[in-house]
């Protein structure tokens, strides 16, 4: 990551702010999610479950990876 320096407040916190159509917004975007995913994984599976009976989704629920809170 690179490091800039600035002489002001201001100057650092105007640099922060990408412009709206710039093309590093995707990348950074892309990164940033990234990051959150490994700090909180995802606690339940993807998509949407049918059961026949509320025990057996409630079984199926409890096959679900426990992340602390």
């Keep these: 990551m690179p ?3 600035f002489r002001t407040h201001e100057e650092a916190h105007q640099s922060r702010w990408m412009k709206p159509g710039d093309s590093r917004i995707g990348s950074t975007l892309r990164q940033v999610l990234y990051m959150g995913e490994r700090l909180c994984p995802r606690a339940r599976p993807h998509g949407v479950h049918k ?9 199926w629920r409890d096959t679900w990876p426990r992340v602390p809170r």
Excluded: D, K
């Design 3 to 5: 490091v800039y320096r």
């Design 51 to 59: 059961f026949r009976t509320l025990i057996e989704a409630r079984a």
